[in-house]
C-alpha cells in the first residue's frame, strides 16, 4: 500500500477497536463502511436508516457469524413449532473453503456437499436445492470459488428455492460467500443479480484483504435487515463506559485496518 497507509497503520497500533468510548472515531468508521458495503451490495434500507453488519479479522469470523445466526433463527422457529432443532445442516458445494468445514465442527451442523463434476466446478443449483430438507439453515453460494474463481449462480439458487419454499413451507434463504468476488462483481460486472437484489439473499460476508485492497486481517459480514441477526446474539457491554453492543468472536482488535479500508473506499468513490 502507499506510505501513507503504512503511516496511518502505525499511528493506530496502539488503539483498540473494541474500547468505542476511548476511541469513538474508529466505531464511527466502521459503521461508515458497513453503510457503504451494504448499499454497494443492494440492501434495503431506507435513506438514513443504518444497515446491519459488522467488521471481522476476515472472511472466516464472517461465516461463523452468518452461520450462527443462521442456526439460532432456524432453532426459533423449530422451537416455537414445537419441532426437533437438535439436528441443522447447511447445503453447499464441495468447493467451498476449509472455514465453512470448521463453522460445521465447531458448531454441530452438517455440511451437505454437493458434488462437483468434471464439467463443472462449481455448485448446481438445481441438486443443491434437492439436498435442502427441513433441517436446512441455509444455502451457501460462492461468489468466487475457492478452486477457480468462478461464480456460481445465486440467482438461479434463488428462484429454485423461492419454489421449494413455496411447495414445503419452508423460509430456507441463501448465504453468499462473496470473499473473493464481492469487491469484483458490483464494478466489472454491474449487471450481474447475486446480492441482497435477490429476496432469499439474507447475508453476505467478504474479504477487505483480498479485492478490497488492504493489509490482511479484515473482514465484513453484511445482513439483509435487523429480522435475520437474532438479538439474542448480541451481547450488549457497559464496563467500558456505555452500553455497546458488540457480535464478534474476538473481543480486542486492531482499528488500523478498518482505517485503512475507509480511506480506500473513500478514494475509490472520489
Known amino acids: 500500500m502507499e506510505p501513507e497507509c503504512d503511516k496511518l497503520i502505525l499511528e493506530s ?9 476511548e476511541y469513538p472515531v474508529t466505531t464511527e468508521l466502521q459503521d461508515r463502511c458497513v453503510n457503504m458495503i451494504a448499499r454497494l451490495f443492494n440492501a434495503p434500507h431506507k435513506d438514513g436508516e443504518n444497515a446491519i453488519g459488522v467488521g471481522t479479522v476476515g472472511s472466516s469470523e464472517a461465516i461463523m457469524l452468518a452461520g450462527l445466526a443462521f442456526k439460532k433463527k432456524w432453532q426459533n422457529r423449530r422451537n416455537a ?27 454441530e451442523v452438517e455440511l451437505k456437499a454437493v458434488k462437483l463434476r468434471e464439467d463443472y466446478n462449481v ?6 436445492v434437492e439436498m435442502v430438507d427441513e433441517n436446512t439453515i441455509c444455502v451457501c453460494a460462492i461468489l468466487g470459488s475457492t478452486y477457480n474463481g468462478e461464480f456460481e ?14 411447495e414445503t413451507g419452508w423460509d430456507t434463504a441463501i448465504h453468499v ?3 473473493s468476488g464481492g469487491f469484483v462483481a458490483p464494478f466489472i460486472y454491474p449487471e450481474l443479480v447475486w446480492d441482497f437484489r435477490l429476496p432469499l ?14 493489509y490482511a486481517g479484515i473482514g465484513w459480514q453484511i445482513w439483509r435487515s435487523k429480522q435475520d441477526l437474532p438479538e439474542e446474539l448480541v451481547f450488549h457491554i457497559n464496563y467500558l463506559g ?9 473481543f480486542s482488535r486492531g482499528s488500523g485496518r478498518s ?9 475509490a468513490d472520489a
Open 13 to 21: 497500533l496502539n488503539k483498540n477497536y473494541i474500547d468505542m468510548d
Open 81 to 107: 413449532e414445537g419441532k426437533p432443532f437438535d439436528k441443522p445442516n447447511i447445503v453447499t458445494g464441495a468447493n467451498v473453503q476449509v472455514c465453512w468445514e470448521k463453522f460445521g465442527r465447531y458448531f
Open 123 to 128: 455448485m448446481d443449483p438445481h441438486k443443491a
Open 153 to 166: 449462480d445465486v440467482k438461479l439458487l434463488n428462484d429454485l428455492l423461492l419454489s421449494k419454499n413455496r
Open 177 to 179: 460467500d462473496a470473499a
Open 201 to 214: 439473499v439474507r447475508s453476505i460476508n467478504v474479504s477487505g484483504h483480498k479485492y478490497g485492497l488492504v
Open 242 to 250: 456505555a452500553d455497546q453492543p458488540t457480535f464478534t468472536l474476538n
Open 259 to 267: 482505517m485503512l479500508w475507509t480511506r480506500q473506499m473513500v478514494f
